[in-house]
């Protein structure tokens, strides 16, 4: 019997611009194929630190079974790792249709003031975005057109942030730091909100809205309160913890 031949893993050349270069990764992907078998072959638990599911990814690379959406998701970040000017941030949809809910999550990607995305979907139009869209909002209404197409009414769309590019990180991905209750929302509306945040991350000045435990969540709320900030001694401790 004939082995199914295993697609060869991408690697970046100087010679690529960074469009070819995602072009690269995204048929890679494609050569894996999209996994209609309802069996989920590789475990991806949110939660977990990157360092974990870029363990996962290289897995993934080895054994060149097919991949849903999520799966998708983890492998773009771990092949788009070595490009620091590609800025890499997870987008999740809500949509419904007939009666029932659907998820969906793409890599959102960044760079050189152009948006674009990379994933894997049953739907040619609902995966990779080519890095062409001036905006955010430009790249999500994209989306949501091609989901009208399906009549699929996007709900709600959720977008993290950047994802570092250091692969043995121990923070978990932000899957979810804006939540956009689109469908109750005008477009104008999504658009400002969009870009207000798609400024902030450029920035760098967003945090994890989830520190993943509600004891952290609750002594980072405690520690902006007025009395503690203007205490500098309180505030030593922590800087010795870095150091």
């Not at 000017?85 to 760079?111: A, D, M, Q, W």
């Not at 197409?149 to 977008?159: A, E, F, M, R, T």
């Not at 991905?173 to 909100?193: C, D």
Request: proline share 7%; aromatic share 10%.
């Amino acid at each position: 019997c004939v082995q199914p031949s295993v697609p060869p893993v991408p690697n970046y050349k100087l010679s690529m611009s960074i469009p070819e270069w995602l072009q690269a990764i995204q048929t890679y992907m494609k050569m894996l194929q999209y996994n209609h078998t309802g069996t989920q072959f590789f475990e991806i638990r949110k939660t977990r630190p990157l360092s974990g599911l870029m363990e996962t990814a290289k897995e993934m690379t080895r054994e060149s079974l097919p991949i849903k959406c999520l799966e998708a998701v983890i492998l773009g970040i771990y092949l788009t790792n070595g490009q620091p000017s590609v800025e890499r941030f997870p987008i999740s949809f809500k949509t419904h249709f007939s009666g029932n809910y659907f998820h969906h999550v793409v890599l959102g990607i960044y760079c050189n003031g152009r948006y674009g995305s990379l994933g894997m979907s049953r739907r040619s139009d609902l995966m990779d975005k080519p890095l062409t869209y001036r905006t955010l909002s430009d790249l999500i209404f994209e989306f949501e057109d091609s989901y009208k197409k399906y009549l699929h009414s996007v709900k709600k769309v959720k977008i993290g942030l950047y994802v570092p590019h250091e692969p043995h990180s121990f923070q978990p991905i932000e899957w979810k730091q804006l939540v956009l209750n689109v469908s109750k929302m005008m477009r104008t509306e999504v658009r400002k909100e969009l870009e207000k945040f798609a400024r902030d991350m450029r920035m760098k000045i967003l945090k994890p809205s989830s520190a993943h435990s509600p004891m952290k969540e609750r002594s980072r709320g405690k520690s902006l309160s007025p009395r503690r900030r203007q205490g500098s001694p309180m505030r030593r401790p922590y800087r010795r913890d870095k150091s």
